[in-house]
């Protein structure tokens, strides 16, 4: 029986993130082989890398990850065991990955690795494969982690809309796949955690069809007596329009949306080319926050800072507006150029990227770092503007502040230590003030709601 390797590795030289998302790439990869192979995989969120003997090793990498992942490669390849590598990274900058690895998939999975084992096992191993953006398989999630509090699950693929410093549109080639909604039903069924992250990156899709298979989703999740607590991402110009499919999820167990804000202005949204955002004056999002909390849905709400229409002023703005709002959970961060957005043509083409000594600088691309020169200030205002700003979202008061109105909307209890659980995560990564102890306290606590 041969032996398959599936790894997924995690930075050890930059402040850990806390990952709570299951490695779905690598449960479809896990799927997608053959009976005949032994298959094993290494999560370095939860333990160390062991060196094992095996005949192929297969690894997917987020662009702050893949330093790591060429790292681990070369310690197999070394062995003289081959090494294919996946994600988005590498689909994107399939060359500078084939620097590292024997193999690189380009794209999904699907209707590439089932060709990879065969050529494997014939000793024809191709340099490239590309997949098939396509549902086949539901991911083995018995080689996941049982740390993870939460399942994650896919039930759409890509997305329409082509922001600047996105680079979902350009892997899934402006692309948009629906997974059947009965396999959908049938991957909850396996599930065992109580609580789901849905990771479609617009679960409402942009066409009539997405918003009518997403309500027949939500009905068939409340037919099938799934019950779950779930939470995803949305676009905010689609939850504006809606009422009807509101009604459902909630029916359906959601208590949380994504959304991408970005900016607070048109011309910062202009800028991000989310010009869908300024519908109907979305921009000002009030009646967004105040649609959803009718719903007693909370709200994940997204900004970024360093765009080239940003001034110290504006940023500083932002963040007040964010802490008068009524948005649950607000997270902030750096606008990040990564390879195959508009973004890093576009500054890399006025030789603004500063951060370019690859693959070791790839590591400060997690919404952290501050890897380009921003128009209207230094990297040295913005980072000490981001300092004050983390300073005043997720300080204990406002924190607790957050939790007590959002038990006032949602009239939810579990919903709203959920909320604080989070505020208090991100706390922890952009502060780093909360103690070790204090620390283990939290994360028991976290897991604890969310077995309930």
């Not at 065969?118 to 080689?143: M, W």
């Not at 009965?182 to 990156?201: P, R, T």
């Not at 706390?427 to 028991?444: C, F, G, T």
Request: charged residues 25%; hydrophobic residues 40%.
């Amino acid at each position: 029986m041969k032996k398959l390797l599936l790894i997924n590795p995690v930075e050890k030289n930059r402040p850990k993130l806390h990952i709570y998302f299951q490695p779905l790439g690598l449960g479809i990869v896990g799927a997608l082989t053959p009976n005949s192979w032994d298959v094993r995989l290494i999560d370095e969120n939860f333990e160390e890398l062991e060196i094992l003997d095996v005949d192929l090793v297969a690894m997917t990498a987020f662009t702050p990850f893949v330093k790591r992942a060429y790292e681990i490669a070369a310690i197999y390849r070394q062995k003289n065991i081959p090494v294919v590598l996946g994600g988005f990274h590498a689909s994107l900058l399939p060359e500078e990955a084939l620097n590292f690895v024997d193999t690189v998939v380009i794209g999904s999975a699907e209707g590439a690795w089932e060709q990879l084992i065969i050529d494997f096992e014939n000793n024809n191993l191709k340099r490239t494969y590309k997949g098939t953006n396509s549902f086949i398989a539901k991911p083995r999630r018995d080689l996941f982690s049982k740390n993870y509090p939460l399942a994650s699950i896919e039930t759409l693929r890509g997305c329409l809309n082509n922001c600047e410093f996105c680079s979902v549109s350009t892997v899934y080639e402006h692309q948009s796949v629906l997974k059947p909604v009965d396999l959908v039903i049938s991957e909850f069924k396996e599930i065992s955690h109580k609580h789901v992250f849905i990771v479609d990156d617009n679960m409402f899709g942009n066409r009539d069809s997405d918003r009518i298979r997403a309500i027949s989703l939500y009905k068939e999740l409340i037919n099938n007596k799934i019950n779950k607590n779930w939470w995803g991402y949305a676009s905010v110009n689609s939850i504006a329009k809606e009422d009807e499919l509101l009604y459902w999820a909630v029916k359906s167990g959601c208590y949380m949306f994504f959304l991408g804000f970005e900016a607070d202005t048109v011309t910062g949204l202009k800028e991000l080319n989310k010009r869908f955002n300024m519908e109907k004056e979305i921009v000002n999002y009030k009646s967004v926050i105040d649609k959803l909390h009718k719903y007693r849905i909370s709200i994940f709400g997204g900004f970024i800072y360093g765009m080239d229409t940003d001034t110290p002023l504006a940023l500083n703005e932002r963040t007040r507006q964010i802490m008068n709002s009524n948005i649950d959970l607000p997270s902030i961060s750096v606008l990040m150029p990564y390879p195959g957005t508009k973004i890093y043509k576009r500054f890399k083409d006025d030789n603004r990227i500063t951060k370019t000594t690859y693959p070791d600088d790839w590591i400060y691309y997690d919404y952290r770092g501050i890897t380009f020169t921003p128009k209207n200030m230094t990297q040295k205002e913005l980072s000490e503007i981001m300092a004050n700003s983390y300073k005043k979202l997720y300080n204990l008061r406002s924190i607790f502040l957050r939790a007590i109105r959002t038990l006032m909307i949602t009239c939810n209890i579990k919903t709203a230590l959920l909320l604080m659980s989070d505020n208090l995560m991100y706390r922890d990564i952009h502060i780093n003030v909360i103690e070790p102890a204090y620390r283990k306290l939290l994360k028991k606590y976290s897991k604890l709601i969310l077995k309930r």
